[in-house]
């Protein structure tokens, strides 16, 4: 992954597309503090970082291999 990968951001659209969550779905775990936080870009505009979805993406499938055995 290159350095400009980790400041990539993304739609809402892109990140309910990468995690088949809905957008209020995505905005009620942000409320719990269980999606990531997104970033203010303009007065009208979000954008989470691709990196942070990702490791989200990635702790989920950890979460759920945890409790199978090897």
């Given at each position: 992954m290159s350095?400009?990968?980790?400041?990539?951001?993304?739609?809402?659209?892109?990140?309910?597309?990468?995690?088949?969550?809905?957008?209020?779905?995505?905005?009620?775990?942000?409320r719990?503090?269980?999606?990531?936080?997104a970033?203010?870009?303009t007065?009208?505009?979000?954008?989470?970082?691709e990196?942070?979805?990702?490791?989200?993406?990635e702790?989920?499938?950890?979460?759920?291999n945890?409790?199978?055995?090897?």
């Open positions: 350095a400009s990968d980790h400041h990539r951001m993304l739609r809402i659209a892109d990140v309910c597309d990468r995690t088949g969550l809905a957008r209020r779905t995505i905005y009620d775990m942000m719990r503090g269980a999606f990531p936080a970033v203010k870009v007065n009208h505009a979000s954008r989470w970082m990196v942070e979805v990702e490791a989200w993406l702790a989920r499938i950890a979460a759920r945890e409790g199978k055995a090897a």
